[in-house]
């Protein structure tokens, strides 16, 4: 008896993401020499508004210095060039908006290699980028009775923005892991939040001190745990939670933000 004839995989198509909004840069000013902030501005952001903290933000870049910026279609299931080119394509934390002067402003890690990196550390007034989103953010538990925040460089700017809207009142307890001793500031004014720096060891993978100090660091019953990093060591920081102290899922967040070796471009549709 002949089997029946293969059916082929259907062909994935999802709801194309927000459209990309042309900006330039208007701003640029460094926070560490690891970390910059750069503010985005353009008449596109008339209707960007922000809801939640710790959102995303898609940010295309000119694939090199001696290209324009040129916005790529939708194809059904990624953005593409013409001739089927990846444009360059990074996810960021948008931070403050101001829907007055369409002001945005976003933070870089200045980790060295990759489109992103190169461009926020020679970012100048007049620059061309797009962004779009947000995709969705962070929910806030207001009735829970503590938080914990760990990170590692690229979770500072969703962190900062956490701090500014976490209920004062309920204890909070945050973890950084940093490449490098300059990579530390003061993170918030607040004198009531515990923030603990780690460094990473110099031929260490990436999360090693952040995983470590979670492992370190006491849990109450439903505290709810935020955590965003390096993806392989944010899944270390998962089972760690799961498996090894029993914390319920709903009550955590945990985010990969980049891949060690891997550039990071992201075509996925916002969540
Ligand atoms: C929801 C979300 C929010 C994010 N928010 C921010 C933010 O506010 N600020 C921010 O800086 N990043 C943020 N990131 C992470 C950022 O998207 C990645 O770090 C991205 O890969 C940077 O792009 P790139 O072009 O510089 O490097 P890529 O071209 O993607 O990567 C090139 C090489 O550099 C490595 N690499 C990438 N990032 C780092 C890093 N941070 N440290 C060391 N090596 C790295 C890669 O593994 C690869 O080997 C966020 C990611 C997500 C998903």
């Given at each position: 008896?002949?089997?029946?004839?293969?059916?082929?995989?259907?062909?994935?198509?999802?709801?194309?993401?927000?459209?990309?909004?042309?900006?330039?840069?208007?701003?640029?000013?460094?926070?560490?020499?690891?970390?910059?902030?750069?503010?985005?501005?353009?008449?596109?952001?008339?209707?960007?508004?922000?809801?939640?903290?710790?959102?995303?933000?898609?940010?295309?870049?000119?694939?090199?210095?001696?290209?324009?910026?040129?916005?790529?279609?939708?194809?059904?299931?990624?953005?593409?060039?013409?001739?089927?080119?990846?444009?360059?394509?990074?996810?960021?934390?948008?931070?403050?908006?101001?829907?007055?002067?369409?002001?945005?402003?976003?933070?870089?890690?200045?980790?060295?290699?990759?489109?992103?990196?190169?461009?926020?550390?020679?970012?100048?007034?007049?620059?061309?980028?797009?962004?779009?989103?947000?995709?969705?953010?962070?929910?806030?538990?207001?009735?829970?009775?503590?938080?914990?925040?760990?990170?590692?460089?690229?979770?500072?700017?969703?962190?900062?923005?956490?701090?500014?809207?976490?209920?004062?009142?309920?204890?909070?307890?945050?973890?950084?892991?940093?490449?490098?001793?300059?990579?530390?500031?003061?993170?918030?004014?607040?004198?009531?939040?515990?923030?603990?720096?780690?460094?990473?060891?110099?031929?260490?993978?990436?999360?090693?001190?952040?995983?470590?100090?979670?492992?370190?660091?006491?849990?109450?019953?439903?505290?709810?745990?935020?955590?965003?990093?390096?993806?392989?060591?944010?899944?270390?920081?998962?089972?760690?939670l799961?498996?090894?102290r029993?914390v319920p899922?709903?009550q955590?967040?945990?985010?990969?933000?980049?891949?060690?070796?891997?550039?990071?471009?992201?075509?996925?549709?916002?969540?």
């Open positions: 008896m002949s089997s029946p004839p293969a059916t082929p995989d259907p062909v994935r198509i999802r709801r194309a993401p927000p459209r990309f909004r042309r900006v330039e840069v208007s701003r640029v000013e460094p926070i560490t020499p690891r970390l910059v902030r750069i503010t985005l501005t353009g008449p596109e952001l008339d209707g960007f508004a922000l809801a939640e903290p710790a959102a995303s933000v898609r940010l295309l870049l000119p694939a090199s210095s001696a290209e324009d910026l040129v916005i790529p279609e939708w194809e059904g299931n990624e953005f593409l060039l013409a001739g089927g080119r990846r444009p360059a394509i990074r996810t960021f934390t948008p931070l403050r908006f101001d829907a007055d002067t369409f002001e945005l402003d976003i933070e870089a890690v200045l980790h060295g290699d990759g489109v992103a990196s190169r461009w926020a550390s020679s970012a100048a007034a007049g620059m061309s980028a797009a962004i779009s989103g947000p995709g969705r953010g962070y929910t806030i538990d207001l009735d829970a009775p503590a938080f914990l925040l760990a990170g590692d460089e690229t979770a500072i700017p969703a962190i900062r923005q956490l701090l500014e809207e976490l209920p004062r009142a309920t204890p909070t307890h945050v973890l950084i892991e940093v490449a490098q001793p300059d990579a530390r500031f003061d993170l918030t004014g607040r004198a009531d939040v515990a923030v603990e720096w780690h460094d990473l060891e110099a031929g260490a993978p990436p999360g090693d001190a952040l995983v470590a100090a979670v492992r370190a660091t006491a849990l109450d019953d439903g505290t709810r745990v935020w955590a965003a990093g390096e993806a392989a060591a944010v899944q270390r920081i998962r089972r760690h799961f498996e090894e029993g899922r709903p955590t967040a945990i985010r990969g933000y980049w891949k060690h070796g891997r550039a990071g471009d992201d075509h996925k549709p916002a969540p």
